[in-house]
């Protein structure tokens, strides 16, 4: 599945929010995770993590 960066949200302190448009629907419940790869210099960088935005949004946020 491929997500498109649609948004960038600072939050309070450090924090950072990025939401994300899927490519096609996407059904999670809350507290689920995903993993991430996107391609580094030499190899890919990968990650998993918590999805912040709820199932109902239909996008898919995480906050870091």
């Known amino acids: 599945m491929l997500l498109t960066l649609r948004d960038v949200i600072p939050q309070a302190g450090n924090a950072t929010t990025f939401v994300f448009t899927?490519?096609?629907?996407?059904?999670?419940k809350a507290g689920n995770s995903f993993h991430l790869e996107v391609m580094g210099d030499y190899a890919p960088?990968?990650?998993?993590?918590?999805?912040?935005s709820a199932p109902a949004e239909g996008v898919v946020a995480i906050t870091t």
């Open 45 to 52: 960088i990968e990650h998993t993590f918590t999805i912040s």
């Open 22 to 28: 899927p490519d096609e629907p996407l059904i999670w």
